[in-house]
C-alpha cells in the first residue's frame, strides 16, 4: 500500500471547486497527529510546488497564487488531509499530492486536476 493516497481529483471549469483528500495510509497515528501535512501540485513541464501546509495545532500557510480560494483541514482520526478549491483557475491544473512537510517520506500517485477555460 503506498504512503499517501490522493483521490478527488476531476475534470472543472474555471470557476468551480473541488475538494481532494489524502489518507496517509502507512503512517501510525502517533507520527502523523503532530506531523506538519502539506499539499503540493506539479503542472506539466514544470518542478513540483508547496501550495498548503497544516501543523498539528490546525495553523495553516498557503501559497500566494491559492490563498483565498484553497482551504487545508485535517481528521487526525482518519489520517487524512483534505483541500478544499473554490474558484478554480487554469493555472491550477496539475497532479496534486500530499506528503509531511520538510521530511517527505515517498509520493503517492497524486491525483489529477485538469480545469477547462
Known amino acids: 500500500q503506498a504512503q499517501f493516497v490522493e483521490s478527488g481529483g476531476d475534470l472543472v471549469q474555471a470557476g468551480g471547486s473541488l475538494k481532494l483528500s489524502c489518507k496517509a495510509a502507512?503512517?501510525?497515528?502517533?507520527?502523523?497527529?503532530?506531523?506538519?501535512m502539506a499539499w503540493y501540485r506539479q503542472a506539466p513541464g514544470k518542478q513540483r510546488e508547496l501550495v498548503a501546509t497544516?501543523?498539528?495545532?490546525?495553523?495553516?500557510n498557503y501559497a500566494e497564487t491559492v490563498k483565498g480560494r484553497f482551504t487545508i483541514s485535517r481528521d487526525n482520526s482518519r489520517k487524512t488531509i483534505y483541500l478544499q478549491m473554490n474558484s478554480l483557475k487554469p493555472e491550477d491544473t496539475a497532479v496534486y499530492y500530499c506528503?509531511?512537510?520538510?521530511?517527505?517520506?515517498?509520493w503517492g500517485q497524486g491525483t489529477q486536476v485538469t480545469v477547462s477555460s
Open positions: 506528503n509531511r512537510y520538510m521530511q517527505e517520506l515517498s
Open positions: 502507512r503512517m501510525i497515528t502517533s507520527t502523523f497527529n503532530p506531523a506538519i
Open positions: 497544516i501543523t498539528c495545532g490546525r495553523d495553516v
